[in-house]
């Protein structure tokens, strides 16, 4: 991506949230551009889920917060896993198709095309917020994360997953998913923009968080999954304790 367009007073990117309801339509197509979120999506919504059950003594009708939702491939499996979700994006179009692939499925399950500081203004918390690959796609990442904050009711818990700022994800994530195996679109990612494990503790920490787990995620190709690994040289997530 080149220059940042943020919205002025916002935590979002005009530019970015151009770029991703752009792909709005061909968002559910597991062959299409959001291919690598397709594939790793399964690891995502059980990683989150397992911590949540342990933290929360269950996770049946616990309200979930999916911030940056896109058209709602983990906000869907969220509430499949039992979660009551509201997804939110910036995107009206992103959220137009979310909510189409929704319909009919009777899942706890609801949308707004909105930003984080939108809700905080009408005061609303939840007990778990999931921020899946998006921090890496806003212009100010503190901001975001104390925006997220202010919605968190105590106790609570914040899972983001994101990209190390490494040789290797400029290797991996990069150049290699948009430009050799065009996995992405060309222009998907800024490598500028990833965030290492330790800077984002320290941003957690700003933000009024503390890191309570961290993990890899790999992909592996001889069985064409993603798996949960130590290696947090590429992708990564995390829970957060509020």
């Known amino acids: 991506m080149g220059q940042q367009t943020a919205m002025q007073g916002t935590t979002a990117d005009a530019a970015e949230i151009a ?15 959001m291919r690598p979120l397709h594939g790793m999506n399964a690891l995502r919504v059980r990683w989150i889920a397992e911590r949540a059950r342990r933290a ?8 979930l917060l999916d911030v ?7 906000a869907e499996a969220l509430a499949r896993q039992g979660f009551s979700v509201l997804g939110i994006d910036a995107s009206a179009a992103l959220i137009e198709v979310a909510e189409a692939h929704a319909t009919g499925q009777g899942l706890p399950l609801a949308y707004r ?10 005061g609303l918390k939840v007990r778990v917020i999931t921020a899946l ?11 975001f994360l104390r925006a997220l904050g202010e919605l968190l009711l105590p ?5 983001l997953s994101t990209i190390n700022r490494t040789i290797e994800a400029l290797a991996v994530a990069k150049i290699g998913a948009e430009y050799v195996l065009r996995l992405l679109p060309r222009g998907t990612h800024d490598w500028r923009r990833f965030i290492r494990p330790a800077e ?5 920490a700003g933000a009024g ?6 993990a890899g995620m790999v992909f592996d190709p001889l069985s064409g999954r993603w798996r949960e690994s130590r290696d947090l040289s590429v992708n990564y997530i995390l829970m957060a304790a509020g």
């Open 133 to 143: 690959e998006v921090i890496e796609h806003v212009p100010d990442p503190a901001a």
């Open 113 to 122: 095309t909105a930003l984080p500081e939108d809700l905080a203004a009408e």
């Open 155 to 159: 106790g609570g818990f914040l899972f």
């Open 19 to 33: 770029r991703f309801g752009g792909l709005a339509r061909d968002w559910w197509d597991p062959a299409g551009p």
């Open 68 to 74: 940056g939702c896109g058209a709602g491939l983990a």
């Open 56 to 63: 929360a003594g269950g996770i049946e009708g616990l309200a």
């Open 200 to 204: 984002m503790d320290r941003l957690l």
């Open 209 to 214: 968080f503390r890191l309570a787990d961290l």
